[in-house]
T-cell receptor, first 115, second 114 residues
Framework: AQSVTQLGSHVSVSEGALVLLRCNYSSSVPPYLFWYVQYPNQGLQLLLKYTSAATLVKGINGFEAEFKKSETSFHLTKPSAHMSDAAEYFCAVSDSNFGNEKLTFGTGTRLTIIP | KAGVTQTPRYLIKTRGQQVTLSCSPISGHRSVSWYQQTPGQGLQFLFEYFSETQRNKGNFPGRFSGRQFSNSRSEMNVSTLELGDSALYLC?????????????FGEGSRLTVL
């Protein structure tokens, strides 16, 4: 069974500071990994995805994540936080079997930006 | 192009009633997935439909059911509502053939059970 663990349900950073949101995965097959963002009263939006190509993945809004197999990690980073980054972030995993659209999500990390 | 549309956005029901939620996927998408989001359990997968067939199913009781129509629109039904069914129900669509995992989510239907 696949799973992801997000360390830290709440993270606060100052505007302009580095954003680091942690995600570790567990999967018995090569995983596909994703980061989604959810703004208040909205659905989820895909930030970026890893599908076994490059290990450093760049996404929208300046976010990026690095797949590290040795650490089973897929942490999300952004060099400089902006007020508009305040939202809840979810790490998710699916297996690489064709036709499997089922995602298993982590419990989420709420990011607060301090002015 | 239009995004994923869910109706209704908000609804209130009482215990024992049933509810039907609707989802219109992005044009051309053949896969529709449903997720339940609650503060305690987070995001949990309910089921996925592809070309009118249920392709994946999560660990929910039989009170939760769904279907997909020939135009890819999907409905989910919850019968004999319980207080614990109060949640945001999210629908997501995708092509269903690329296995990209890139799901496009609607804004959700927020169900309150009293």
């Amino acid at each position: 069974a696949q799973s992801v663990t997000q360390l830290g349900s709440h993270v606060s950073v100052s505007e302009g500071a580095l954003v680091l949101l942690r995600c570790n995965y567990s999967s018995s097959v090569p995983p596909y990994l994703f980061w989604y963002v959810q703004y208040p009263n909205q659905g989820l939006q895909l930030l970026l995805k890893y599908t076994s190509a490059a290990t450093l993945v760049k996404g929208i809004n300046g976010f990026e994540a690095e797949f590290k197999k040795s650490e089973t990690s897929f942490h999300l980073t952004k060099p400089s936080a902006h007020m508009s980054d305040a939202a809840e972030y979810f790490c998710a995993v699916s297996d690489s079997n064709f036709g499997n659209e089922k995602l298993t999500f982590g419990t989420g990390t709420r990011l607060t930006i301090i002015p | 192009k239009a995004g994923v549309t869910q109706t209704p956005r908000y609804l209130i029901k009482t215990r024992g009633q049933q509810v039907t939620l609707s989802c219109s996927p992005i044009s051309g998408h053949r896969s529709v997935s449903w997720y339940q989001q609650t503060p305690g359990q987070g995001l949990q997968f309910l089921f996925e439909y592809f070309s009118e067939t249920q392709r994946n199913k999560g660990n929910f009781p039989g009170r939760f059911s769904g279907r997909q129509f020939s135009n890819s629109r999907s409905e989910m039904n919850v019968s004999t509502l319980e207080l614990g069914d109060s949640a945001l129900y999210l629908c997501a669509s995708s092509s269903g053939t690329s296995n990209s995992g890139e799901l496009f989510f609607g804004e959700g239907s927020r169900l309150t059970v009293l």
